[in-house]
């Protein structure tokens, strides 16, 4: 099993940072203290068994941390507004080989709710020569947020170079819808879900807290079904993964997922 972290946003919400600008998770960025509290958020994921920590990256590119964010957020809203394949592919390329310039070991492509943008920032991705992996969300009937084909875009995800497919930003009902489709992609696969209060438009009902216990429980059924990437999203804290730690002994390194890490 390969274990990622979990949730960046709330938990830095959960630290006392103010997440609730257009920044979200960056606004821990601009401060003293909220690069001290992310700091320690990476190291206590660590220390609860996560292999993977992901960058707090997730609003620090321009569209988000533009001078217009407002305005563009709520004419997204309005008009399921996304750029062009070919200024899609130019902005995730930026970021791209910004990402792998600053010495990211792998790039996590995720909270994909449609095919065509998320395909062309796995392009861009794999351009860099670094491991992709891709990550979306699935609904209630198994389709992608928008209604595309989950399991057409993780084939042709791997078509495009990504190396594991994974279901995130849903709650764990919704990991039990896609998971299939993840695992039907040929890749290594997993989930990270969220759980608690969610945007009213994302589709899925507020989703109870589950316990760290309760939430590897749902885990572990995931497990069976093949899934060997695992971690949280919104709401989860590091319990939470020292939970999904204590699943599985075996650790895996997550550029080389063939070689063992020993405990």
Request: with cysteine; proline share 6%.
């Amino acid at each position: 099993m390969i274990l990622l972290d979990g949730a960046t946003g709330t938990e830095l919400g959960r630290r006392g940072v103010d997440t609730r600008s257009a920044l979200f998770s960056a606004a821990a960025l601009v401060s003293e203290a909220g690069i001290a509290a992310l700091r320690t958020a990476h190291a206590d994921y660590v220390r609860a068994g996560a292999q993977v920590i992901t960058a707090n990256t997730f609003r620090t590119n321009p569209r988000k941390a533009g001078a217009r964010w407002r305005e563009l957020t709520e004419l997204a809203v309005r008009l399921d507004l996304r750029p062009s394949p070919d200024v899609a592919l130019l902005e995730h390329r930026e970021l791209a080989q910004a990402l792998a310039a600053a010495g990211c070991d792998l790039l996590l492509v995720e909270t994909v709710v449609a095919a065509d943008e998320g395909l062309v920032a796995v392009r861009a991705a794999v351009e860099t020569g670094l491991p992709v992996w891709v990550a979306a969300l699935a609904m209630a009937n198994g389709s992608m947020r928008n209604g595309d084909d989950l399991g057409a875009f993780f084939r042709d995800a791997r078509r495009a170079g990504a190396q594991a497919a994974l279901i995130n930003c849903v709650p764990c009902d919704g990991v039990d819808a896609g998971l299939g489709a993840a695992a039907a992609s040929g890749l290594p696969f997993g989930a990270y879900a969220h759980m608690g209060d969610v945007d009213p438009e994302a589709g899925w009902p507020p989703t109870p807290v589950l316990s760290p216990e309760e939430y590897a429980l749902r885990a572990s059924r995931w497990i069976s079904r093949g899934a060997s990437i695992l971690g949280g999203c919104c709401g989860t804290i590091p319990e939470h993964i020292a939970a999904l730690a204590r699943l599985s002994p075996i650790r895996h390194d997550p550029c080389h997922p063939e070689r063992r890490v020993s405990e």
